[in-house]
């Protein structure tokens, strides 16, 4: 499975970006589609997550702010990012979980949010 993300950029506070993630590969079937950041010296944070049933998880940080969004057709991800603050800027990563103690990760977008 390959996840390719894209969509990030530089913005200003209080501004928006969305995210995509997009998955291929042959014969599979995701389970968890999510996104973490990661700022260099400190622990990859969980942003949201999205199961294939519908359910959805966000860190309190982004609450409100944020959606995650996907295509299971598509086996796609999205991620609306709204009201950005500067403490978002971050290499957003794409996550896969097929169940099972499969998972994959994505290449990464920078997001950065400066005036």
């Known amino acids: 499975v390959q996840l390719q993300a894209s969509g990030g950029g530089l913005v200003q506070p209080g501004g928006s970006l969305r995210l995509s993630c997009a998955a291929s590969?042959?014969?599979?079937?995701?389970?968890?589609m999510a996104w973490y950041r990661q700022v260099p010296g400190k622990q990859r944070e969980l942003v949201a997550a999205s199961t294939r049933t519908g359910g959805r998880n966000y860190a309190g940080s982004v609450k409100g702010r944020f959606t995650i969004s996907r295509d299971n057709a598509k086996n796609t991800v999205f991620l609306q990012m709204n009201s950005l603050k500067p403490e978002d800027t971050a290499v957003y990563l794409c996550?896969?979980?097929?169940?099972?103690?499969?998972?994959?990760w994505g290449q990464g977008t920078q997001v950065t949010v400066s005036s």
């Open positions: 996550y896969a979980g097929l169940g099972g103690g499969n998972y994959y």
């Open positions: 590969g042959r014969d599979f079937s995701i389970n968890v």
